[in-house]
């Protein structure tokens, strides 16, 4: 018997990965009511029309996949905890 798990309702998620450093740097604008965060090192992180993430902002940790729900059309910032870092943002949407 061949079973499949479906993971995403249709098509192929869309995402961006970010490369940080220790200064805010921004996605382009996210089309999507929920997306998921993942890192391999901690970041801070920021929503908005213009966000800046600063070490006030929340802390993703390190490999920890978070989804949050998110207003469409916005843009996430992040910045590394130390040195540089990739951060990926997935569009759960599809």
């Known amino acids: ?22 200064t805010s740097a921004q996605s382009t604008a996210i089309d999507a ?12 992180i920021a929503f908005g029309s213009n966000p800046t993430a600063t070490t006030s902002s929340f802390v ?14 916005e843009k996430v910032a992040a910045r590394s905890h130390s040195g540089n870092g990739h951060l990926t943002i997935v569009d759960l949407d599809v």
């Open 1 to 22: 018997m061949d079973k499949k798990i479906a993971l995403y309702r249709d098509g192929v998620p869309t995402f961006q990965t970010l490369s940080t450093t220790t």
């Open 33 to 44: 009511d929920r997306i998921m965060i993942v890192t391999s090192d901690p970041h801070f």
């Open 60 to 73: 993703l940790p390190a490999d920890t996949p978070l989804q949050f729900h998110f207003v469409r059309g």
